[in-house]
């Protein structure tokens, strides 16, 4: 069993930065893509920023410029660190993982518990 463990949410002044990181831990498994979504408020989640296992990356509009992903293979740890933040960037963050192990066929989407991001103005 596979579990990821995210840290590095908080409350922060518009303007300012946070880093994020997503842990996993668990046996016998290799991790494919991560990403990070975070939902809003009465909002759906939505995609914020997605890395390949060779270190491709992609953001969604409102973060470019501002935010930027990176992964560490060796630790199985993602990040994200966030700067210049907006208060329409306040949510709840989720980091996602695309796993693969020997104890299943295929691959497997795997998320973390969610840490809130809160952005005054």
């Known amino acids: 069993q596979v579990q990821l463990v995210e840290s590095g949410g908080g409350l922060v002044q518009a303007g300012g930065s946070l880093r994020l990181s997503c842990a996993a831990s668990?046996?016998?498994?290799?991790?494919?893509?991560m990403a990070w979504h975070r939902q809003a408020p009465g909002r759906q989640r939505e995609l914020v920023a997605q890395?390949?296992?060779?270190?491709?990356?992609t953001y969604a509009d409102s973060v470019k410029g501002r935010f930027s992903i990176s992964r560490d293979n060796t630790k199985k740890t993602l990040y994200m660190e966030m700067n210049n933040l907006k208060p329409e960037d306040t949510a709840v963050y989720y980091c996602?993982?695309?796993?693969?192990?020997?104890?299943?066929?295929?691959?497997?989407?795997?998320w973390g518990q969610g840490t809130q991001v809160t952005v005054s103005s």
């Open positions: 668990g046996r016998d498994f290799s991790i494919n893509f």
């Open positions: 996602n993982f695309a796993i693969s192990s020997r104890f299943y066929a295929g691959s497997r989407n795997y």
């Open positions: 890395i390949t296992h060779g270190g491709v990356t």
